[in-house]
């Protein structure tokens, strides 16, 4: 067995399902030098590849093939007392059909084919009360087949140097991420009832997810399918339920509308119990998707929105919709009751998703305003006149990364001005930077430098669990409208755990990033940032960035994961100096 082995960064993303020529210069360099600093985490990936089929152990359970004999590669690491923990890296097919590495697998135990190159996410925690200095960290390889006793075939060391500078934990991060919530799909692949106990008990671990990215607001669905299910009834070749149901539970009886909001309070109180506190966004109230082709229409015609709202009979026992626009508004201000009496209505906003027809939204918003007027509202953009036509009515915009470059001038002067907050996203479009699969993994880090360059406040995206019907197995859905990856960050577990993936890794590093570029401001002012943004960003003009400049990636921002070290470092040495 020929087993070629050798360690690299946390940006490296493997592919495999296609001619592997000129792959294997990866083996002929060594990354074995880390940079950190205290409540933070280092990373290196340990790559495999070998000329024969064999089974990657991160653990210390025995294991015997069903494929025969096969020789067992066991990994182990170990860092000066530091905890470590070691995942194998999943892979998953793209659009293309090439397989790439994403997953960050619980398996002890993984079959790797040969000519493949496996890499092995190996994670050192930093606790905030590490002493600044170097740590030696080594890996070791074992070999062994069948009762044979293991040996010892390679041994890797690195080097973590962390650095007296300390980040703050999550919760209290100044970077504003927000991924909205999907809680029925969680449900659906995880085969449980909707807004069960073993819901919530599957949802918790999501919600952790979330909070160890720094995510500051709550989902609330206050209607019936706001989204009507992204039009996944379109997709004939994959059909996927991604349909949200609401959180609000309504009854009727002969004395009127009872409304019972204990779902959505629960999972309030689940999400702030880890710290997620900042904002709760209402979504099925403003700008629901209709398609009315398919039937998906607006069932109150006097009523300029196309709200949902399903309401258990209790004269017939039949559950029934709100076909009338004054029973809707009576809906809408019980919902606003609601948050004022728990205390939370100055942290509530009423979102839309990607308006389009601005005298629509004009009319949805006069009325919301007018029946519950302790409401505010947020908009995802991909309009960019809505900015100039709603600057003096939205508390938060929310553009889309091509808006951002076609408005940049009246954004740079909203954002001393806005009620509210400025994010920015991306979605389907455009296609870089980006989080899909087939996307380098720092453009997933770029987030948090670029959010910090441009001086906005955070990010959004959609996507964090709309998974197809079979994520594990298939995730490329809708292509080419919508590229692999574009609808989740982590995948579901068996075990009910959300799997994390190298982008949900690489993100978190970026906002990281963005929480050290804001110490590093604070202390030595915007003047000096200058050589910084030179390390990752090709220009320094944030129109640059719209399709239309005809600018490729590399022409835009750095590649290179080692700049991204490099840019963390340089970060970090002239922190702890101050």
């Not at 989902?219 to 399918?225: G, Y």
């Not at 004054?326 to 201000?333: L, N, P, S, T, V």
Request: charged share 30%.
């Amino acid at each position: 067995m020929r087993l070629k082995s050798t360690l690299t960064d946390e940006t490296y993303k493997a592919s495999y399902g296609v001619d592997a020529y000129g792959e294997d210069v990866i083996f002929e360099s060594l990354f074995n030098k880390v940079i950190a600093c205290r409540g933070d985490w280092a990373v290196l990936q340990l790559l495999l590849k070998s000329d024969e089929d064999f089974y990657l152990n991160v653990g210390k359970r025995p294991n015997f093939s069903p494929r025969g004999p096969l020789r067992n590669i066991r990994v182990e690491c170990t860092v000066d007392d530091l905890p470590v923990k070691i995942f194998p890296v999943g892979f998953i097919e793209d659009d293309d059909r090439v397989y790439k590495a994403d997953l960050l697998l619980y398996d002890e135990v993984v079959f790797v084919e040969r000519e493949k190159i496996q890499p092995v996410w190996i994670e050192v925690t930093i606790p905030k009360d590490t002493q600044a200095r170097n740590y030696t960290g080594r890996v070791k390889i074992y070999a062994q087949r069948m009762f044979e006793d293991e040996e010892l075939i390679k041994e890797l060391d690195f080097n973590i140097q962390v650095k007296d500078v300390e980040l703050p934990e999550p919760r209290n991060f100044r970077f504003y991420l927000d991924l909205w919530q999907h809680p029925s799909n969680i449900a659906r692949k995880h085969e449980v009832h909707l807004w069960s106990d073993e819901h919530f008990r599957v949802l918790e671990g999501y919600v952790k997810s979330l909070a160890d990215l720094g995510q500051k607001a709550i989902t609330v669905i206050a209607s019936e399918i706001p989204w009507s299910g992204q039009r996944c009834y379109r997709v004939k070749n994959y059909p996927s339920d991604l349909f949200e149901y609401s959180m609000v539970r309504v009854e009727r009886d002969g004395s009127g509308y009872h409304y019972d909001f204990s779902v959505a309070e629960r999972y309030i109180d689940l999400c702030m119990k880890y710290g997620i506190d900042k904002e709760i966004e209402v979504f099925g109230l403003m700008n629901i998707w209709l398609d009315p082709e398919y039937g998906y229409t607006g069932i109150a015609e006097d009523y300029p929105d196309g709200i949902r709202i399903r309401y258990y009979d209790r004269n017939d026992g039949a559950f029934k919709y709100i076909r009338n626009g004054e029973e809707i508004k009576a809906y809408i201000k019980a919902l606003e009751n609601f948050f004022i009496e728990k205390d939370l209505i100055d942290r509530v906003r009423i979102v839309a998703d990607e308006p389009g027809d601005i005298e629509k939204y004009k009319r949805s918003l006069e009325i919301i305003r007018e029946v519950a007027p302790g409401f505010r509202f947020k908009s995802a953009i991909n309009h960019s006149e809505f900015i100039e036509e709603f600057k003096d009515v939205i508390s938060d915009f929310v553009p889309v990364l091509p808006g951002v470059c076609e408005k940049w001038d009246i954004l740079k002067e909203l954002k001393s001005k806005v009620a509210g907050r400025i994010l920015w996203y991306v979605c389907c479009w455009p296609p870089y930077p980006n989080t899909f699969i087939s996307s380098p993994l720092v453009e997933s880090r770029l987030i948090g430098i670029l959010t910090a360059f441009m001086g906005l406040d955070g990010f959004l995206r959609w996507n964090y669990t709309v998974w197809p019907e079979d994520p594990r197995s298939r995730i490329s859905y809708r292509f080419p409208h919508w590229k692999a990856g574009d609808t989740n960050f982590v995948y579901p577990g068996k075990d009910g755990r959300p799997i994390l993936t190298l982008r949900y890794k690489n993100l978190k590093r970026g906002i990281e990033d963005y929480e050290l570029l804001m110490m590093f401001k604070e202390e030595y002012g915007e003047k000096r940032l200058e050589s910084l943004w030179d390390k990752i960003l090709k220009t320094k003009d944030i129109r640059a960035f719209h399709i239309s400049s005809g600018k490729s990636p590399n022409e835009l921002y750095s590649l290179d994961g080692r700049d991204y070290y490099e840019f963390r470092t340089a970060l970090l040495e002239a922190l702890e100096k101050k």
